[in-house]
């Protein structure tokens, strides 16, 4: 499996994961753009729980036995979401906030989903870091 594939199953895994914690989904792979520009910033699940909306990004690797000649083993796929990348991540929030005509104080935060993923066992290990 490349790099897109691994990304594309870690999203099925933990959209799995928000139902069965008793989430709604409210929406999926949310970008926002610049006319004629880059992509600027992107959402992977936008979530409901109670009264709360979680902007979620989910962070999948391959286990570590599956990497084992690769440096990326050294790095948790959580580690992957950087400063700049939580900046991005509030401000695509924002974003889909005003979209949907939705006062920004609502009760809204960024969680991460960190996915190692075993593709011989066929086994995932799922880490849920909430407000970020």
Not at 42 to 62: G, H, N, P
Not at 81 to 109: G, I
Request: contains cysteine; hydrophobic residues 40%; charged residues 30%.
């Amino acid at each position: 499996m490349n790099s897109k594939q691994i990304g594309t199953l870690g999203e099925k895994i933990a959209e799995k994961y928000l139902k069965n914690k008793g989430y709604q989904i409210l929406d999926r792979n949310y970008s926002i753009r610049i006319p004629y520009g880059p992509l600027r910033g992107e959402i992977d699940i936008v979530a409901k729980k109670s009264d709360l909306i979680s902007f979620i990004e989910i962070k999948t690797l391959r286990s570590p036995a599956a990497l084992q000649r690769s440096p990326a083993t050294l790095i948790r796929p959580e580690e992957k979401v950087n400063f700049l990348k939580q900046r991005k991540l509030r401000m695509t929030a924002e974003s889909w906030l005003m979209k949907k005509r939705l006062p920004l104080d609502c009760q809204w935060q960024v969680d991460v989903i960190s996915i190692i993923i075993n593709l011989d066992s066929k086994k995932a290990k799922i880490r849920h870091f909430q407000n970020i």
